[in-house]
Antibody
Framework: QVQLVQSGAEVKKPGASVKVSCKAS????????INWVRQATGQGLEWMGWMNPNSGNTGYAQKFQGRVTMTRNTSISTAYMELSSLRSEDTAVYYCITGTTGFDYWGQGTLVTVSS | QAVVTQEPSLTVSPGGTVTLTCGSSTGAVTSGHYPYWFQQKPGQAPRTLIYDTSNKHSWTPARFSGSLLGGKAALTLSGAQPEDEAEYYC??????????FGGGTKLTVL
């Protein structure tokens, strides 16, 4: 079965960067796009962008342009989302998602806390 | 950027029927927005219920259905169960493969 396992919680200082990993199993990694979504505590869902693991092509939400980079390592079926210049408002749970429609299977989420 | 709107909260009686809607600031929602619906319970990751307006996953309970209604995407729950109490989010696709979530609807079964 399709499974996405994300890296563990992170605590970062303002201005730093964070890189979250998302290891896929149960399907051919390059077959489905991967989307990234985040959710601040008590808030709604926010789409950050997508990546095609086969080509490496990406598309980012305007809000994150210039601050987010989505990459992958196909040899280990893992996708990455790096967010730079962190600020307190970036404190959130970050999810990777995949599937034939792009939003079928969700990772368990990674809590990123930005605090001085 | 487009704004996607949902009812902040709705209440349904057990066994009752309720419709949640999802509108777009750019105009009528169409099948070309490929509407999705997600369910999220406290402390859990979201779960996808509906994709491409009305398609269900194998795990989607039959009591949930998706449609287009009055220029909006709609999620109808027929025969509400206590376990359906959750937050529901819609997602619309825009040009350039950009996706925008609605603010969510808190559904209470009471």
């Amino acid at each position: 079965q399709v499974q996405l396992v994300q890296s563990g919680a992170e605590v970062k200082k303002p201005g730093a960067s964070v890189k979250v990993s998302c290891k896929a199993s149960g399907y051919t990694f390059t077959s489905y796009d991967i989307n990234w979504v985040r959710q601040a505590t008590g808030q709604g869902l926010e789409w950050m962008g997508w990546m095609n693991p086969n080509s490496g092509n990406t598309g980012y939400a305007q809000k994150f342009q210039g601050r987010v980079t989505m990459t992958r390592n196909t040899s280990i079926s893992t996708a990455y989302m790096e967010l730079s210049s962190l600020r307190s408002e970036d404190t959130a749970v970050y999810y990777c998602i995949t599937g034939t429609t792009g939003f079928d299977y969700w990772g368990q989420g990674t809590l990123v806390t930005v605090s001085s | 950027q487009a704004v996607v709107t949902q009812e902040p909260s709705l209440t349904v009686s057990p066994g009752g029927t309720v419709t949640l809607t999802c509108g777009s600031s750019t105009g009528a929602v169409t099948s070309g927005h490929y509407p999705y619906w997600f369910q999220q319970k406290p402390g859990q990751a979201p779960r996808t219920l509906i994709y491409d307006t009305s398609n269900k996953h194998s795990w989607t309970p039959a009591r949930f259905s998706g449609s287009l209604l009055g220029g909006k995407a709609a999620l109808t729950l027929s025969g509400a169960q206590p376990e359906d109490e959750a937050e529901y989010y819609c997602l619309l696709s825009y040009s350039g493969a950009r996706q925008v979530f609605g603010g969510g609807t808190k559904l209470t079964v009471l």
